[in-house]
Nanobody
């Protein structure tokens, strides 16, 4: 089970930190990520962190967003700085297991206003 929190409304230029709590399995071996989906658009990968801590950040958010994980606390985070209106979307936590199966949270809304 993946449960996101931390979304909300923020003025452009502001920051938010999304959190995802994982339960039900040992996830330290799996890649974790954050996706987002804006209205009328496809879901897109924002950031991913491997089991070894290697990160991938999408070009659209590079330099503004960072992803981290805490295997002890069973958490994954997305720190979002310098938010823009185009970052407005529902953000989803993702776990990809060793068979490349994807598991999703329910999503958390992020709205950036000018």
């Amino acid at each position: 089970q993946l449960v996101e929190s931390g979304g909300g409304m923020v003025q452009a230029g502001g920051s938010l930190r999304l959190s995802c709590a994982l339960s039900g399995r040992s996830f330290s071996r799996y890649a974790l990520g954050w996706f987002r989906q804006a209205p009328g658009k496809q879901r897109e990968l924002v950031a991913r962190i491997s089991s070894g801590g290697t990160t991938y950040i999408a070009d659209s958010v590079k330099g503004r967003f960072t992803i981290s994980r805490d295997n002890v606390k069973h958490m994954v985070y997305l720190q979002m700085n310098s938010l823009k209106a185009e970052d407005t979307a529902v953000y989803y936590c993702n776990l990809r297991d060793l068979a490349s199966r994807n598991y999703w949270g329910q999503g958390t809304q992020v709205t950036v206003f000018s």
